[in-house]
């Protein structure tokens, strides 16, 4: 009777209202469940573990950028919409021969600079805990605080015999949003923006008034590898450079509070100077709007790699017990109407993985001058740049911390090094990394040996090996693996990161984006198109101009 009178009671429910009826059978399923482990499982649970998996399970079934952050775990979310965090203000990387966190990068003007840490210390203890056998994400975590709260760490560094101790006080660690702009040749301006979390916006105007006082005619806007941040700060940004009333971005959702209309609300700072925006892979969601706006009002002229393809926006919700949650509620379209969407998490495969939108299933969008762009797939440049792939061997040597290594200890021979245009590594400096290497008995995988072992193995179960054995055998011989060649071969991309890593270690962010801009493919077109004032005006006109 029981049953029946439940099934009864259930069949009311579901024909209520059959989606209120599915969560709530779910969530009281979910939660017994958890009772039920609690009581009779063999083990004893740890509910706060357990379930956080659970929840996180569930989410990651979505997309990448629904998340949930627990009360005492709120410091990523505060560095996302904040872009400043309580900490030290330092980058620590892995050391796999040590099997402890160094000190990667500190920050300019951070704790961990001032109090005097440099790269390449090798973290030992916190509070005289010692920190062997933690991972990075555990230092990290330990290291980071509440702001004004203090603790010693201490570090052993390379060419000293004792271990060092720092009383350090954790501050709101604000990274630096613009780390560098300049004037270039021919009176170009280059800005160099990192992030648009914060306040971007105020320092980008301030920064662009700058060399608007030095004079520059044209601009730069470096938008690589930045991740995006706040939407609004992307529409203040565009604004500077676009009438006052142009709708840049329209989100579209499931209730009507994710549906909105962002349009220019200010007038403009410049609506005549040349643009070139920077952008590739790593540039994606309030950077896209930025660089996908301009492109699509033919503002500005798109150098570089496709970008990332985020096309969906997130808001918090608050949650119980301090909880907070941060979820997609919304596509955006930037102003051709075109969402740069590139992975459908909506539809996935049988396997639960997900991939690109093929650029075959994309659909024709058009610039407010009728230039051709497409949706689906991040922001095509309107100048693409082939990017050069770095050698098989500089990959091996910064995976084994060799240049990393060689960089400390440059720094411990040279108190100062010269202003970051001006420095070079040298040939003695580089003959010196080369027997460093040497001494190490540095190994590294050749794909050129792999390829021609598995052409080899296939050739004489096809019975080709016979016939083909003399020149399989000359070819080893030229395929041979020969350290001091490669070296040598491969000299100038392993000199720049050499350089990179060095000039860091003196002049911070601002020092290494310095260096990276003395050979910059994607700068030098950008500078070919805005020094060339008929080929810019071309190329952001409608088709029938261009012909």
Same mark, same amino acid.
């Given at each position: 009777?029981?049953?029946?009178?439940?099934?009864?009671?259930?069949?009311?429910?579901?024909?209520?209202?059959?989606?209120?009826?599915?969560?709530?059978?779910?969530?009281?399923?979910?939660?017994?469940?958890?009772?039920?482990?609690?009581?009779?499982?063999?083990?004893?649970?740890?509910?706060?573990?357990?379930?956080?998996?659970?929840?996180?399970?569930?989410?990651?079934?979505?997309?990448?950028?629904?998340?949930?952050?627990?009360?005492?775990?709120?410091?990523?979310?505060?560095?996302?919409?904040?872009?400043?965090?309580?900490?030290?203000?330092?980058?620590?990387?892995?050391?796999?021969?040590? !099997?402890?966190?160094?000190?990667?990068?500190?920050?300019?003007?951070?704790?961990?600079?001032?109090?005097?840490?440099?790269?390449?210390?090798?973290?030992?203890?916190?509070?005289?805990?010692?920190?062997?056998?933690?991972?990075?994400?555990?230092?990290?975590?330990?290291?980071?605080?509440?702001?004004?709260?203090?603790?010693?760490?201490?570090?052993?560094?390379?060419?000293?015999?004792?271990?060092?101790?720092?009383?350090?006080?954790?501050?709101?660690?604000?990274?630096?949003?613009?780390?560098?702009?300049?004037?270039?040749?021919?009176?170009?301006?280059?800005?160099?923006?990192?992030?648009?979390?914060?306040?971007?916006?105020?320092?980008?105007?301030?920064?662009?008034?700058?060399?608007? !006082?030095?004079?520059?005619?044209?601009?730069?806007?470096?938008?690589?590898? %930045?991740?995006?941040?706040?939407?609004?700060?992307?529409?203040?940004?565009?604004?500077?450079?676009?009438?006052?009333? !142009?709708?840049?971005?329209?989100?579209?959702?499931?209730? !009507?509070?994710?549906? %909105?209309?962002?349009?220019?609300?200010?007038?403009?700072?410049?609506?005549?100077?040349?643009?070139?925006?920077?952008?590739?892979?790593?540039?994606?969601?309030?950077?896209?709007?930025?660089?996908?706006?301009?492109?699509?009002?033919?503002?500005?002229?798109?150098?570089?790699?496709?970008?990332?393809?985020?096309?969906?926006?997130?808001?918090?919700?608050?949650?119980?017990?301090?909880?907070?949650?941060?979820?997609?509620?919304?596509?955006?379209?930037?102003?051709?109407?075109?969402?740069?969407?590139?992975?459908?998490?909506?539809?996935? %495969?049988?396997?639960?993985?997900?991939?690109?939108?093929?650029d075959s299933l994309t659909t024709v969008f058009h610039t407010a001058a009728g230039r051709e762009?497409?949706?689906?797939?991040?922001?095509?440049?309107?100048?693409?740049?082939?990017?050069?792939?770095?050698? #098989?061997?500089?990959?091996?040597?910064?995976?084994?911390?060799?240049?990393?290594?060689?960089?400390?200890?440059?720094?411990?021979?040279?108190?100062?090094?010269?202003?970051?245009?001006?420095?070079?590594?040298?040939?003695?400096?580089?003959?010196?990394?080369?027997?460093?290497?040497?001494?190490?008995?540095?190994?590294?995988?050749?794909?050129?040996?792999?390829?021609?072992?598995?052409?080899?193995?296939?050739?004489?179960?096809?019975?080709?090996?016979?016939?083909?054995?003399?020149?399989?055998?000359?070819?080893?011989?030229?395929?041979?693996? %020969?350290?001091?060649?490669?070296?040598?071969?491969?000299?100038?991309?392993?000199? #720049?990161?050499?350089?990179?890593?060095?000039?860091?270690?003196?002049?911070?962010?601002?020092?290494?984006?310095?260096?990276?801009?003395?050979?910059?493919?994607?700068?030098?077109?950008?500078?070919?198109?805005?020094?060339?004032?008929?080929?810019?005006?071309?190329?952001?006109?409608?088709?029938?101009?261009?012909?």
């Amino acid at each position: 009777m029981m049953l029946v009178l439940g099934a009864v009671a259930f069949w009311g429910f579901k024909s209520g209202d059959s989606r209120s009826f599915q969560i709530a059978k779910n969530l009281d399923v979910f939660n017994s469940i958890v009772k039920e482990l609690d009581l009779f499982y063999v083990d004893t649970i740890n509910p706060d573990k357990t379930i956080r998996e659970g929840i996180d399970a569930m989410l990651y079934s979505l997309d990448p950028y629904t998340e949930y952050y627990p009360e005492d775990d709120q410091s990523e979310l505060e560095q996302m919409l904040k872009n400043s965090y309580g900490g030290i203000g330092s980058i620590i990387t892995w050391d796999a021969k040590l !099997k402890r966190s160094v000190i990667a990068e500190p920050y300019e003007g951070m704790p961990a600079a001032t109090s005097g840490l440099k790269a390449g210390d090798v973290l030992m203890a916190i509070d005289g805990k010692d920190l062997a056998g933690k991972n990075n994400q555990e230092v990290s975590e330990m290291l980071r605080g509440q702001v004004g709260t203090g603790f010693k760490l201490t570090v052993q560094r390379p060419g000293t015999e004792k271990p060092l101790d720092f009383d350090i006080v954790r501050r709101s660690i604000q990274l630096p949003i613009i780390p560098y702009y300049t004037v270039l040749d021919n009176q170009i301006g280059y800005i160099n923006l990192s992030t648009f979390s914060g306040n971007p916006s105020k320092e980008f105007k301030q920064a662009f008034l700058d060399l608007k !006082k030095k004079g520059i005619t044209s601009l730069v806007i470096d938008l690589r590898n %930045n991740g995006g941040g706040l939407l609004d700060e992307a529409i203040e940004i565009a604004n500077f450079f676009l009438p006052r009333g !142009k709708v840049l971005v329209t989100t579209k959702g499931k209730i !009507k509070q994710a549906s %909105n209309t962002y349009k220019t609300l200010r007038e403009p700072l410049d609506l005549d100077i040349p643009l070139a925006v920077l952008v590739n892979s790593s540039t994606a969601s309030s950077s896209e709007i930025l660089a996908g706006s301009l492109q699509d009002l033919d503002r500005a002229v798109i150098v570089g790699n496709r970008t990332f393809g985020k096309g969906l926006v997130q808001t918090t919700r608050m949650l119980p017990y301090g909880g907070t949650m941060k979820l997609t509620t919304s596509k955006y379209y930037i102003p051709s109407g075109r969402c740069v969407q590139a992975i459908d998490y909506k539809h996935r %495969n049988e396997d639960g993985s997900v991939g690109r939108i093929p650029d075959s299933l994309t659909t024709v969008f058009h610039t407010a001058a009728g230039r051709e762009v497409r949706d689906g797939g991040g922001v095509t440049p309107d100048i693409e740049v082939k990017q050069d792939k770095l050698p #098989n061997i500089l990959f091996y040597l910064v995976n084994d911390n060799l240049i990393f290594n060689y960089a400390t200890q440059y720094c411990l021979k040279h108190a100062t090094i010269a202003e970051p245009e001006k420095f070079v590594i040298t040939d003695a400096d580089y003959a010196d990394f080369k027997e460093m290497v040497k001494k190490v008995d540095f190994k590294y995988d050749q794909q050129t040996e792999k390829i021609l072992k598995s052409l080899k193995e296939m050739a004489e179960f096809e019975g080709y090996l016979t016939d083909a054995s003399k020149e399989f055998d000359a070819l080893e011989k030229k395929l041979t693996h %020969n350290l001091d060649r490669d070296l040598d071969y491969f000299s100038k991309d392993i000199k #720049n990161m050499i350089a990179l890593e060095i000039v860091k270690r003196y002049y911070y962010q601002r020092g290494a984006i310095i260096e990276q801009l003395k050979d910059d493919d994607d700068l030098k077109k950008a500078v070919e198109i805005l020094t060339s004032p008929e080929e810019y005006r071309k190329m952001l006109s409608s088709p029938e101009v261009k012909e």
